[in-house]
């Protein structure tokens, strides 16, 4: 018996028995409970940053959903997803529709036009998928039936690989001329 000095046991007891250390014990919960400090306890740094990232990613997904900007992006990409960030230039001009297509920068005055040298109306999907100067680069268009699931598709970045070589996008009128090469940077020449 001394030895068990120190020693814990756990043992399962009826409720309100009346056993004067368990009626103790359950008078010192009760007060605890009502009357005690709260209970902070640490938790893992892990925790936070999944609660963080949890926190940003419903945000995010929030001004999303309701933003203006950002159609075209949205039939790719209908939520936020962290697996689909990428720094490939050719994916994020292809889905966003900006730069270097003569459709978006007749936008902002910088081409006289915004149609390809080919009379097409100068934007991403015409280049990918009707530009005769770009047609060793094209994608198979899809039905339109099939359209959202091909923009889905097309947000997983295995599906969506560059080829070697270079497009030439158009000539623009200004002076200047963009030629994408898909191995190094693009390069004003």
Not at 139 to 158: D, H, I, M, Q, Y
Request: hydrophobic letters at 40%; aromatic letters at 14%; proline letters at 9%.
């Amino acid at each position: 018996m001394f030895r068990a000095i120190g020693s814990v046991g756990l043992s399962w007891m009826k409720a309100h028995a009346g056993i004067p250390g368990n009626e103790l014990a359950d008078q010192l919960a009760k007060e605890a409970s009502v009357d005690g400090d709260p209970l902070f306890l640490p938790v893992p740094y892990t925790f936070f940053k999944k609660f963080i990232k949890s926190y940003i990613l419903e945000n995010w997904q929030r001004h999303w959903d309701v933003s203006k900007s950002g159609v075209r992006v949205r039939e790719f990409v209908p939520s936020v997803d962290m697996s689909l960030l990428t720094h490939n230039r050719f994916f994020l001009f292809f889905i966003s529709g900006h730069s270097p297509f003569p459709a978006y920068l007749f936008r902002f005055n910088i081409f006289d036009s915004p149609n390809c040298i080919c009379d097409g109306l100068g934007d991403a999907d015409h280049f990918a998928f009707d530009c005769p100067h770009t047609s060793s680069f094209h994608f198979t268009r899809p039905a339109v039936p099939n359209e959202s699931a091909w923009f889905s598709r097309c947000g997983n970045l295995t599906t969506v690989i560059p080829k070697k070589g270079k497009v030439e996008l158009s000539s623009p009128p200004k002076g200047i001329h963009l030629q994408i090469p898909t191995d190094p940077t693009p390069k004003w020449v």
